[in-house]
């Protein structure tokens, strides 16, 4: 089991590349079950754990599906699906994993699809996508632990969220695109990585307009074709690099993202201190006169990212001052807390609100990763904290962020991925 060892007080300068967008490619690769004729070529794919996870699943139904991590390139032939069904030592291992349900059920008329794992972030149902597909006209039941949806055929119809779901809106696209008729999906997410889905979707041939508003409307095909298709960049890498440049000091660029998906992030950012302007390639962050307090709200899109609200807190550790961020997206989402405050943050939790006493210094420790972007934050801590930080169980940053240690270390930071 790997660990990092990081040696805080390096300031970071240079150019930080960022991957294909983990949150925009696991839905698009779930999107090629869709195409019955061809073969499906993606690009910018991310070579991650939960990449992988989602090519077993493919090749679990029946699609053949080559990687080449070097090129990030992917090509997924859909034409024969053999098994609908998705077990459990699949699905236990992340969450997205509950996309294939839509595409198997728009595909094969039935799904046997195990209840999803993944980070653990307290309560989070996927009752969104039951009533949607329920709405379309499909009969959908749990059996052992088991979601068992079945439809002779899909039809369109008008499905609301009682607030945006990112996975919600996209399983239903799925079923949408087939379903005669027209579906309107109301209070519909708004990330990016939906409008990067309905972008793929519709260069297959889908009719989807609305994309990135909570309106979206879907007027169902017959068929989708094969296409070649470049994956967005991963604001959120994006962010968690920001965020460590301004937390250790200096001057980075960040490239291969899009600045208008990261807006409130930046004007954070931009609040707490740090110089930022937009550069042909990507974004340009300076931070030279310390971190000022910042209050937030974790909101689904445009609002604050919840995937950042870690990597923000840890940042805000040695702010001149008291910060507050208000945590409205997922429970249980402050596991990071007690392991900042193993390096000397001064932080209290009161419901769904944290309170960030800035300190003068953070103080190397062993720390442990219990989720992704818990594990970010955890790592921009070791960079601004003096003396060795270890950050454990390394394995779940590696599900959202590739090579981590190495990208850092090519800016300046000291850090090296060894053996616990």
């Known amino acids: 089991m790997d660990k990092f060892v990081i040696r805080g007080g390096k300031k970071l300068k240079g150019r930080l590349t960022v991957e294909g967008a983990k949150n925009a490619a696991l839905p698009i690769i779930a ?30 139904i029946g699609a053949r599906v080559s990687f080449d991590q070097d090129s990030r390139t992917m090509t997924v032939n859909a034409e024969k699906l053999v098994n609908n069904t998705a077990p459990y030592e699949m699905m236990s291992k992340m969450r997205a994993s509950f996309l294939v349900l839509g595409p198997i059920l728009a595909r094969m008329g039935e799904a046997v699809i195990s209840l999803p794992g993944g980070c653990s972030l307290g309560p989070r149902p996927v009752n969104y996508h039951i009533k949607g597909f329920q709405a379309l006209g499909a009969e959908v039941t749990e059996k052992q632990g088991n979601i068992v949806a079945t439809a002779k055929k899909l039809k369109g119809n008008t499905i609301y969220f009682d607030r945006p779901s990112h996975t919600g809106t996209e399983n239903i696209l ?36 609305g994309a990135g508003t909570p309106d979206i409307t879907v007027e ?74 910042v209050d937030a709200v974790t909101f689904p899109f445009p609002g604050f990212p919840t995937d950042l609200q870690a990597c923000l807190i840890a940042l805000l550790a040695r702010a001149r001052g008291i910060s507050r961020i208000s945590e409205t997206v997922f429970e249980d989402r402050f596991s990071h807390v007690m392991e900042l405050r193993r390096l000397g943050a001064d932080i209290g939790i009161a419901g769904n609100e944290a309170t960030i006493n800035g300190v003068k210094r953070l103080s190397g420790a062993i720390v442990m990763a219990s989720d992704i972007r818990a594990g970010a934050g955890l790592v921009i801590a070791g960079l601004s904290a003096s003396g060795k930080t270890e950050v454990l169980r390394v394995y779940h940053i590696d599900r959202g962020y590739y090579r981590l240690e190495e990208k850092l270390s090519a800016a300046g930071a000291d850090i090296k991925r060894m053996t616990a």
């Open 220 to 293: 169902g095909v017959s068929q989708l074709k094969a296409l070649e298709y470049s994956v967005m960049g991963d604001r959120l890498e994006a962010g968690t690099f920001l965020m460590a440049g301004m937390a250790a000091g200096g001057e980075i660029e960040v490239i291969g993202t899009e600045t208008s998906h990261l807006e409130l992030v930046l004007k954070k950012l931009v609040e707490a201190g740090a110089e930022i302007k937009s550069t042909a390639q990507g974004i340009k962050l300076r931070a030279e006169r310390g971190i000022s307090p």
């Open 31 to 60: 999107a090629t079950l869709l195409i019955k004729k061809g073969e499906t070529v993606l690009h910018n794919i991310p070579p991650l754990r939960d990449i992988n996870t989602i090519i077993a699943m493919l090749e679990h």
């Open 174 to 209: 799925y079923a949408a695109v087939m379903a005669s008729g027209t579906t309107r999906i109301i209070n519909a997410a708004c990330d990016p990585e939906v409008v990067d889905l309905a972008e793929f979707l519709n260069r297959a041939g889908a009719k989807i307009s």
